[in-house]
């Protein structure tokens, strides 16, 4: 049962290390897939993509990250296999079916509590201190000045077939009326900067949105039809309302100019 508990605890460990380098890797600018896949990839040794290993190596923070990470990989995969062999070479056919529902039972409780969403609120803030110096200028120039600790996000949206994006126009669309910019557009084979209204997307284009999270979030879901279009009028108006709301917030808090004063209207002597 040492060797069993022992084989959880690394495996949890390798989990909320793979939760702290992600979110550490979205600090510096990754979107939360990318970063995710890049952490993952490390602490395995599975290996990168072309596209993002260069992203990452030309990276000085997080080329450290990713260095700690694979060193901490090798160390942990060799602990997990030894301790699986150890556990199950000595085991009767009851006991190997008994401790086989144990690490089974063990790893999906790890898996649900690895997929909480608390995990990040709670490690982001104290992430954002500890990176310190090294990370500021990329925190200040992505992370602050978009917002992105204010309800406001950059996602990845991959379009399908039957989707309310597919093969229609950015003028077509309308985002910018709900709150959403398109920030690129990753095609087959070309990334499209800063699209304009004419361009088109179609299936299995990558959209790179920025908005407030529950508008891309109902965006992503968003199917073609005239579902979809009352959808886009329904958020164009909140959007709208929203806009008007947070307008006047910020009037009821910034000071009014004081009124000059008035000149005195006393009689003038000769």
């Known amino acids: 049962m040492i060797a069993l508990a022992s084989l959880l605890i690394v495996v949890l460990l390798s989990l909320i290390i793979t939760r702290v380098a992600t979110v550490a890797l979205t600090l510096t600018g990754m979107s939360r897939e990318s970063a995710r896949f890049q952490a993952r990839s ?31 990989g090798s160390a942990g995969l060799v602990t997990v296999l030894a301790t699986l062999i150890f556990t199950f ?16 039972g063990g790893l999906f409780v790890i898996f649900l509590i690895s ?31 978009l917002h ?17 994006m597919a093969d229609r126009t950015l003028d077509e669309l309308e985002l910018r009326r709900e709150g959403v910019l398109v920030l690129g557009l990753q095609c087959a084979s070309v990334y499209i900067g800063a699209p304009t209204a004419p361009v088109t997307i179609r299936p299995q284009d990558v959209a790179i949105l920025y908005g ?50 008035a000149p005195a209207t006393g009689d003038g002597g000769s």
């Open 89 to 104: 070479a000595r085991a009767n056919q009851t006991q190997g079916l008994e401790r086989i529902g144990i690490v089974v």
């Open 212 to 261: 407030r999270d529950e508008i891309l979030d109902a965006l992503c879901r968003r199917a073609a039809g005239p579902d979809g279009d009352a959808a886009h009028r329904a958020g164009v108006e909140r959007h709208h309302v929203q806009v008007m709301a947070d307008r006047l917030l910020d009037t009821e808090r910034t000071p009014s100019e004081a009124a000059p004063d």
């Open 148 to 164: 992105l600790s204010d309800g406001y996000t950059v996602r990845e949206l991959y379009v399908t077939e039957g989707h309310w």
């Open 42 to 72: 490390a602490l395995t040794g599975a290996g990168f993509t072309t596209s993002e290993s260069e992203a990452v190596v030309s990276h000085p923070v997080r080329r450290r990250i990713v260095l700690f990470l694979m060193l901490l």
């Open 115 to 145: 997929r909480s969403k608390v995990f990040d609120r709670l490690v982001s803030p104290a992430l954002t201190q500890l990176l310190g110096r090294a990370m500021r200028v990329e925190l200040g120039d992505y992370h602050g000045l």
